[in-house]
């Protein structure tokens, strides 16, 4: 099954490609606010189920994919 | 003194860190690469160099946490062996679970490349022992991710326990922004565990270590080891 994990800096932690991204846009003249910049991994896992292959993307995020002390992940089966 | 230094594809400091230990210090030191299962019989001191680990793939230090030697680094630093992690060695620590925290990007989104200034918080390791107490020293810093930073309850703790080692600070030891040269949380440029024994730090003593190389505050830091 395919997975997609997306993996973002957790609120409240600097995001600097954000701010360099917003602060870009703002040159031309869009009004955004609170770019935050993630990263996205693809996975396809031997699941039997949707809620199998969400627990071994969840696993594969606790040990490498997440940086739990500044990233959080969500976790999508395609 | 017997010192592993290990080695992973990308890493770029190694040969700083054996020159230090080697050439500077005249210690036994021994390049061990990483795919290694075990330290060199009898190590005393496991040096993580600065470099570009795995060319920093998913985060810096996370690929190289995950290599067989470190296996060993984490039984060695269990066994309250001496861990030293320079740059991206503090990085690999990190990510290995050895100090807490993360390294971020610099705030400034900019590698950063210049000299200086540290106060020393924290005398009464094995790293830092040669120091006096809040002395300066003036050591390099070269990196894209030196933005120390932890939650809330965990840099409390880590401040209370006495787990900063080294702030960034002015040539008097005054602490400020301005002196801070990447964001980190309260000035953090290096940490040690409760242990004691594991030690990450952002800036460069080892190319600090002799006249040739524009400054020898390093040696504070290897003296120290000396004992």
């Given at each position: 099954?395919?997975v997609r ?5 957790k609120?409240g932690?600097l ?8 602060h870009?846009?703002?040159g031309?003249?869009?009004?955004v606010?609170?770019v935050?910049i ?6 396809e ?5 949707i ?5 071994q993307?969840?696993?594969?995020c606790d ?6 002390v ?9 | 003194?017997?010192?592993?230094v290990p080695?992973?594809?990308g890493?770029?400091c190694?040969?700083?860190?054996m ?6 210090m005249?210690w036994?030191?021994?390049?061990v690469?990483?795919?290694e ?7 005393d001191?496991?040096?993580?160099p600065?470099?570009f ?12 946490a995950?290599a ?6 984490k039984?060695?630093a269990a ?7 320079v740059c991206n060695g ?9 100090l807490?925290g993360?390294?971020?990007?610099n ?12 106060r020393?918080?924290?005398?009464n390791?094995p790293?830092t ?7 300066v020293?003036e ?6 991710e ?5 939650d809330d309850?965990?840099?409390?703790e880590l401040e ?13 030891g005054e ?12 000035a ?5 565990n409760a ?5 990450g730090?952002m800036?460069h ?14 040696l504070w830091?290897?003296?120290s080891?000396?004992?």
């Amino acid at each position: 099954m395919k997975v997609r994990v997306l993996v973002s800096l957790k609120p409240g932690i600097l995001d600097p490609q954000g701010k360099a991204v917003e602060h870009g846009l703002h040159g031309f003249g869009f009004a955004v606010e609170h770019v935050r910049i993630g990263r996205m991994i693809d996975l396809e896992v031997p699941a039997s189920g949707i809620e199998e292959a969400k627990a071994q993307a969840q696993a594969m995020c606790d040990k490498l994919l997440v940086n739990p002390v500044m990233e959080k992940a969500i976790i999508e089966v395609l | 003194m017997r010192v592993a230094v290990p080695i992973f594809p990308g890493s770029n400091c190694d040969h700083d860190a054996m020159h230090a230990c080697c050439n500077v210090m005249g210690w036994d030191t021994k390049p061990v690469w990483h795919q290694e299962k075990a330290l060199p019989e009898g190590t005393d001191l496991v040096f993580v160099p600065g470099g570009f680990s795995y060319g920093d793939y998913l985060r810096c230090g996370a690929i190289a946490a995950l290599a067989p030697i470190m296996t060993d680094v984490k039984r060695f630093a269990a066994q309250g062996g001496l861990v030293l992690g320079v740059c991206n060695g503090f990085q690999i620590l990190c990510e290995a679970g050895l100090l807490p925290g993360a390294l971020l990007r610099n705030e400034s989104l900019r590698f950063i490349h210049k000299k200086v200034h540290l106060r020393t918080e924290r005398t009464n390791l094995p790293f830092t022992r040669a120091f006096k107490p809040g002395q300066v020293i003036e050591v390099p810093i070269a990196h894209a991710e030196g933005n120390f930073t932890l939650d809330d309850d965990g840099l409390v703790e880590l401040e209370a326990q006495g787990g900063v080692v080294f702030r960034y600070c002015g040539p008097e030891g005054e602490v400020a922004p301005e002196f801070n040269p990447n964001g980190a949380e309260n000035a953090i440029a290096g940490i040690v565990n409760a242990r004691g024994n594991v030690l990450g730090m952002m800036p460069h003593p080892e190319r600090v270590v002799e006249p040739a190389q524009g400054g020898t505050d390093g040696l504070w830091l290897f003296r120290s080891l000396e004992g």
